[in-house]
């Protein structure tokens, strides 16, 4: 019966530890001024279409996009966030067939830590981080 009462207590203190752990590994959000550099590419057509930075008070790349007027941003609300559907007038294509609007961080801590940038409103954002958000056929 101690034995019993041991293992289930390794065990819960297993789960917490990593509960725990993995909060202390999420990039957290940053207040205050930030300074984002911001490159739009149409991959289909081969254009720019925005280089430049972005200053902003945001603490995820969600609300920056909220507050970028310039980006022209759109997004819908799916089963895992909100989906970036469009950036200045380009509208993507359907979800099954695309084109497609994905973005990629090299310097961003949520993205490097993921291997890939998490949904727009769990990517925390810190000044100077750089995103490439770009319009494609492909992945």
Do not use: H
């Not at 725990?20 to 990039?27: E, M, V």
């Not at 984002?36 to 925005?50: C, H, M, P, S, Y």
């Not at 996009?65 to 941003?73: H, N, Q, T, V, W």
């Amino acid at each position: 019966m101690k034995k019993k009462w041991i293992a289930a207590a390794a065990i819960l203190a297993a789960i917490l530890l990593c509960i725990l752990g993995f909060n202390a590994l999420k990039p957290k959000t940053v207040e205050g001024a930030k300074t984002i550099r911001v490159t739009v590419v149409n991959e289909i057509d081969g254009t720019e279409l925005f280089s430049g930075t972005i200053k902003t008070q945001a603490e995820t790349l969600g609300q920056m996009l909220d507050d970028a007027s310039e980006l022209k941003a759109e997004m819908e609300s799916s089963t895992y966030g909100r989906l970036l559907t469009g950036l200045l007038d380009v509208k993507q294509g359907e979800m099954a067939t695309g084109p497609w609007w994905l973005y990629e961080s090299e310097n961003n801590e949520a993205c490097k830590a993921a291997g890939f940038c998490p949904a727009v409103d769990e990517t925390p954002i810190q000044d100077q981080d750089q995103f490439t958000f770009k319009y494609t056929d492909s992945y």
